[in-house]
């Protein structure tokens, strides 16, 4: 897993070559990776989902490196399901903001989510949140860090305070393909 991780960390740095970018379908994007970690997530008993626009839809089109666009969505669902308890539930969500046009990827859980302090810290690579017992290389989300800059996308992290968890804030992970208005 870690090779894996420092593999994709590598793809993900282009050492200043230009990223080759074409039109991608994000809703596929997302559906394959869903797809590839469902085991995961039937294993951990966690309720995995989708919420957004059907495949083929423009609202879900974004230029950009399928390759790198499905490990940033693998690499938050992965993320997501580590930290989520048994029983819980991770959803994927893909919508466009109405105001800008900008095409928006969340990634919510029902976990223990991510103190403020710690939200820009987990970006940084083999950065590891204290406290907690999930194996990892703290790689994942410094990777979708990564891929994002890449494709002029913005992340934000913030509690998700879903109200069937009240024991858990979870996390939300969004992000924003600023620039990328769907084609």
């Known amino acids: 897993h870690t090779v894996n991780q420092l593999l994709a960390m590598a793809r ?3 050492t200043g070559r230009s990223l080759a970018q074409h039109p991608i379908d994000l809703a596929y994007i997302v559906s394959e990776a869903i797809q590839e970690t469902l085991p995961h997530a039937f294993e951990k008993q966690i309720d995995l989902g989708y919420e957004g626009p059907d495949q083929g839809q423009p609202t ?6 399928a390759t790198l666009l499905k490990e940033l969505v693998r690499n938050l669902l992965d993320n997501a399901i580590n930290y989520t308890p048994a029983k819980g539930q991770v959803t994927a969500r893909l919508l466009t903001d109405r105001f800008s046009g900008v095409v928006v990827l969340l990634v919510e859980d029902t976990g223990p989510g991510i103190p403020a302090a710690e939200r820009e810290l987990v970006l940084q690579p083999f950065y590891r949140a204290l406290g907690t017992n999930v194996d990892g290389t703290g790689l994942g989300l410094a990777i979708v860090q990564e891929i994002a800059h890449q494709h002029g996308a913005t992340i934000s992290i913030e509690d998700a305070d879903r109200p069937a968890y009240p024991n858990f804030p979870g996390t939300r992970v969004t992000v924003r ?4 208005t769907h084609t």
């Open 177 to 180: 393909f600023v620039g990328m």
């Open 60 to 65: 879900s089109r974004v230029q950009g490196n």
């Open 12 to 14: 993900a740095e282009t």
